[in-house]
């Protein structure tokens, strides 16, 4: 079975300063992972995917994360903190099951920027 | 291109009350369609899948039931909503294909009281 751990429920940075919210998981099989942000009261935007192929992985938003397959984690990264970052991010991952890909989310980590 | 539509945004009932929210999606054909509930500090639960036409699987026993009459349209239903169904339910597809991420609609604040 897979699971996903997201250490910290709440981060906060300065603006400008690096972001980093840290993601490790565990699956049976080669996984498929994924960092989703949420807005208050809105649904999950899709920040960045990685399947298979390079182990980093550029998203929207000035936002990457690596794959590091060793270490079974996932890490998000922004080099440098807007105040519109300021959201709450989950991390998910998927065991491919072909026409039915179910997700499994962290807890997500609450990011907060200071001004 | 593809979109989702989740309504209610915010919907109140009270305990004993029925329940239903609907979720479409536009824009493509033969989509699976999920029904996730978020609680505080718990992240999204899967609550219910479909593949297709009237093809539900349910992932957690509970006083909710889904079902979906078209290819296009999901239903989240209860007849009897209890103080524990309360949260914010989001509805997601994602195309029958291998290595597609999920998309999410706005959401359903619902409250029991």
């Known amino acids: 079975a897979q699971s996903v751990t997201q250490l910290g429920s709440h981060v906060s940075v300065s603006e400008g300063a690096l972001v980093l919210l840290r993601c490790n998981y565990s699956s049976s099989v080669p996984p498929y992972l994924f960092w989703y942000v949420q807005y208050p009261n809105q649904g999950l935007q899709l920040l960045l995917k990685y399947t298979t192929g390079a182990t980093l992985v550029k998203g929207i938003n000035g936002f990457e994360a690596e794959f590091k397959k060793s270490e079974t984690s996932f890490h998000l990264t922004k080099p440098s903190a807007h105040m519109s970052d300021a959201a709450e991010y989950f991390c998910?991952?998927?065991?491919?099951?072909?026409?039915?890909?179910?997700?499994?989310f962290g807890t997500g980590t609450r990011l907060t920027i200071i001004p | 291109s593809q979109t989702i539509h989740q309504w209610p945004a915010t919907l109140v009932q009270p305990v004993g009350s029925p329940l239903s929210l609907e979720c479409t999606v536009e824009g493509t054909s033969n989509p699976n369609l999920y029904w996730y509930r978020q609680a505080a500090g718990r992240g999204l639960q899967l609550l219910f899948y479909?593949?297709?036409?009237?093809?539900i699987s349910s992932e957690v026993p509970q006083n909710l039931s889904a079902s979906r009459p078209q290819d296009w349209q999901f239903i989240l239903s209860s007849k009897k909503l209890l103080l524990s169904d309360s949260g914010f339910y989001l509805c997601?597809?994602?195309?029958?294909?291998?290595?597609?991420?999920?998309?999410f609609g706005d959401g359903t604040r619902l409250s029991i009281l």
């Open positions: 997601a597809w994602t195309e029958e294909l291998l290595n597609q991420p999920q998309h």
């Open positions: 479909s593949v297709g036409i009237g093809q």
């Open positions: 998910a991952v998927s065991e491919p099951h072909f026409g039915n890909e179910k997700l499994t």
